[in-house]
């Protein structure tokens, strides 16, 4: 006999994933993610830096895993618009891609920005303080780390984060920011714990507030 606990439907949140998915495989087994019951949420930056970001892509895609874009998305995209060059990673990615380009385009043009739910937000970088979520812009979405009160710096050593700013009680979680780690508040938890710097690929586990990682299996990048 199963209690109720026992299968209620858990939503997992996996922080910046970057191409490593040997790691993301690794901790949705820990996990003992499934498919049929879970709902899965990946707070973007699923690309780039790492060394397998369209097996990441296509295990997304195929699974209709929900992803929030992030900077390295929404960057990845600005360079097949035109929009700035198609150089280091994205070409790299663009190559790789070949004739299915098109296709992962199409998909990433797709993603939200972020997911509200009724006990949550998910969102790559995070939000603008004071700011209505239906009123956040783009860039302010993927990117903001500190909040200088006007948006012109985002990421600034002489401002504070912008979550020590954030006084709503729905739970924020987001990515984005490998140098500060893990961060664990009542109201928001950053999971962006650098995997792909040789740090942890970290989960969020919905509704027990549990953080589970793995450790990189290699250092992809150095700081």
């Known amino acids: ?42 707070l973007g930056d699923i690309i780039n830096k790492g060394p397998k970001s369209v097996e990441v892509i296509f295990f997304a895609k195929e699974n209709n895993i929900e992803c929030i874009k992030g900077n390295h998305e929404q960057g990845f995209l600005d360079a097949l618009n035109g929009l700035r060059s198609l150089t280091g990673g994205f070409k790299k990615l663009a190559t790789e891609l070949g004739p299915r380009l098109n296709l992962v385009k199409d998909w990433l043009e797709s993603l939200p920005f972020y997911i509200e739910e009724k006990d949550f937000i998910a969102v790559h970088a995070g939000l603008a303080p004071r700011v209505a979520l239906k009123n956040q812009s783009p860039d302010i979405l993927t990117r903001i780390r500190t909040w200088d009160g006007a948006g012109v710096s985002l990421n600034s050593e002489e401002d504070p984060a912008w979550f020590e700013l954030y006084k709503n009680k729905k739970l924020v979680v987001f990515g984005h920011w490998a140098s500060m780690g893990l961060v664990n508040r009542e109201n928001c938890i950053g999971l962006d714990t650098g995997c792909v710097w040789g740090g942890e690929l970290s989960a969020l586990v919905l509704p027990n507030k549990e953080v589970i990682s793995v450790a990189a299996y290699e250092t992809y990048l150095e700081v």
């Open 1 to 42: 006999m199963t209690t109720a606990a026992a299968t209620k439907k858990r939503t997992i949140l996996i922080g910046d994933i970057h191409g490593c998915f040997d790691e993301l495989m690794a901790l949705l087994k820990k996990i003992n993610f499934n498919k049929e019951q879970d709902r899965l949420i990946l």
